[in-house]
């Protein structure tokens, strides 16, 4: 009786490992028509360290920057699969503002087809065809842009990247402000677009939200591939260091293309974007 009542156990633990497994398989699987959330967090940082607003980093140039302000405009996401098929967002909803001063840091993307994507494509700034439309078409996301410090005049649109603190430099221990204002202009388009592999599939289901955990180096802005010294665009008077055009908003626009990595992703019901 004691080896049949075993065997029963056995039998019976199997059953329920089957019917586990097969419910796990059945949540996973992608039902074709259906849709679900993505989420995008963006981890602002300098050269591997947090980035607090405030507090001093010395780069490569041998400058030491206190950083005082950090935002920027990402745009157009596209979600890839491993055969490369891609859903583009819609493009009317597909432009945000991340800010380390007015904490602004979470992309949510809503009614992303049900699928399991290997790639993430987004844009750094926004592309000339959408400011092209004119002021009154994209009036709102204009009002946000100018809240949060990302716009010039209409005219001269956009601020793509809001980079601003103050600074000393190897030659001068003077504490001098500086300011990166990165965007197009009439000489230049500076729009980018980055494509980062996902190190984890992420996993779009109609009760299932992944949340893409991004570590973006705001140091390569001035000391990524192309290096570029504040003290070497110091104002007439010397008092300062703007940074608004020229061949230098080229050189930091290559640059922002390695200014964002994928850390991790989560999938699962809700947000996880405190760690």
């Not at 004119?134 to 842009?145: H, K, M, P, Y």
């Not at 204002?181 to 729009?191: E, F, K, R, V």
């Not at 964002?260 to 989560?266: E, G, K, L, M, Y």
Request: proline fraction near 2%; aromatic fraction near 10%.
């Amino acid at each position: 009786m004691k080896i049949q009542f075993k065997y029963m156990a056995a039998l019976m633990a199997a059953a329920s490992l089957f019917v586990s497994c097969s419910n796990d398989d059945d949540s996973s699987k992608v039902v074709e028509g259906t849709v679900g959330d993505a989420e995008l967090f963006f981890d602002n940082g300098v050269a591997g360290d947090a980035l607090v607003l405030g507090t001093t980093y010395t780069n490569s140039n041998g400058e030491a920057l206190t950083i005082n302000r950090l935002s920027y405009i990402v745009s157009n996401f596209v979600f890839i699969k491993e055969d490369g098929t891609e859903f583009t967002y819609p493009k009317e909803d597909s432009y945000f503002v991340i800010s380390q001063e007015t904490g602004m840091f979470t992309v949510h993307l809503e009614d992303v087809p049900a699928g399991d994507y290997k790639k993430v494509r987004f844009g750094i700034g926004v592309d000339e065809e959408q400011y092209l439309q004119g002021e009154t078409a994209q009036q709102s996301f204009w009002d946000l842009a100018a809240a949060n410090n990302l716009t010039w005049t209409w005219s001269t649109g956009y601020k793509f990247i809001n980079f601003e603190g103050t600074f000393t430099s190897a030659s001068s221990t003077e504490e001098k402000p500086f300011q990166v204002h990165q965007g197009s202009n009439t000489a230049t388009d500076n729009y980018r677009e980055v494509t980062l592999n996902l190190p984890t599939t992420a996993r779009v289901r109609e009760n299932e939200q992944p949340s893409i955990h991004i570590k973006t180096d705001s140091n390569v802005l001035l000391d990524g591939d192309t290096k570029i010294l504040l003290q070497n665009n110091l104002n007439g008077a010397g008092t300062g260091a703007a940074i608004m055009g020229g061949q230098n908003l080229i050189d930091i626009a290559g640059n922002s293309l390695k200014m964002f990595a994928v850390d991790h992703v989560h999938n699962g019901e809700g947000t996880h974007h405190e760690d």
